[in-house]
Antibody, heavy 127, light 108 residues
């Protein structure tokens, strides 16, 4: 049974960077996707990006291109998300979520939804 | 980017009654749609994937339907634990996903 455990809360200054980790246990790490979803206070869910370790490539929502980097360390079954040039609007609860699915022969991904979520990491950006 | 629009923003229903939540995509997403439930202070929970397949452990009173651009989540007989916020999410445009803005289901 897959479990995701995220790193602890962070308080950051505007303009700085933050790196949040998501350690997976159980399952076959490399073959499923890990996504990052954030939720600003009182707001809805926002997909930021994701990675499938076996494909060794991350993908990002256009809004976060160039400012967010998602990486995976297969040796420690940990996925990282780094956000640079932080601003107050980045204050949010950040979740990692395992997306069950199958890599297709064409290099795509047949998804069965995000079925396992981390506990969330609060990132507060304030001067 | 595919925009997902949920309606209504808030739905007031009495326990035991049926609730119907809607989700519309700005372009076809085939059946690549999921529904999530989120309660205060908790992470989202996957309810439905593939527009109509229930995730493991999800009660039978939850059902999803639709394809293309119009989708519905139906809760047949509301229980107290079902009052929460519900989100739809498209994954047709892999690997670029989007969520709807959510529907809050509240007790009438």
């Amino acid at each position: 049974q897959v479990q995701l455990v995220q790193s602890g809360a962070e308080v950051k200054k505007p303009g700085s960077s933050v790196k949040v980790s998501c350690k997976a246990s159980g399952g076959t790490f490399s073959s499923y996707a890990i996504n990052w979803v954030r939720q600003a206070p009182g707001q809805g869910l926002e997909w930021m990006g994701g990675i499938i370790p076996i494909l060794k490539a991350a993908n990002y929502a256009q809004k976060f291109q160039g400012r967010v980097t998602i990486t995976a360390d297969e040796s420690t079954t940990t996925v990282y998300m780094e956000v640079t040039r932080l601003r107050s609007e980045d204050t949010a609860l950040y979740y990692c979520a395992r997306e069950d699915g199958t890599v297709t022969p064409a290099g795509g991904y047949l998804s069965y939804g995000m079925d396992v979520w981390g506990q969330g990491t609060t990132v507060a950006v304030s001067s | 980017e595919i925009v997902m629009t949920q309606s209504p923003a808030t739905l007031s229903v009495s326990p035991g009654e049926r609730a119907t939540l809607s989700c519309r995509a700005s372009q076809s997403v085939a059946n690549n749609l999921a529904w999530y439930q989120q309660k205060p202070g908790q992470a989202p929970r996957l309810l439905i994937y593939g527009a109509s397949s229930r995730a493991t452990g999800v009660p039978g009173r939850f059902s999803g339907s639709g394809s293309g651009t119009e989708f519905t989540l139906t809760i047949s007989s509301l229980q107290s634990e079902d009052f929460a916020v519900y989100y739809c999410q498209q994954y047709n445009n892999w690997p670029l996903y989007t969520f709807g803005q959510g529907t809050k289901l509240e007790i009438k």
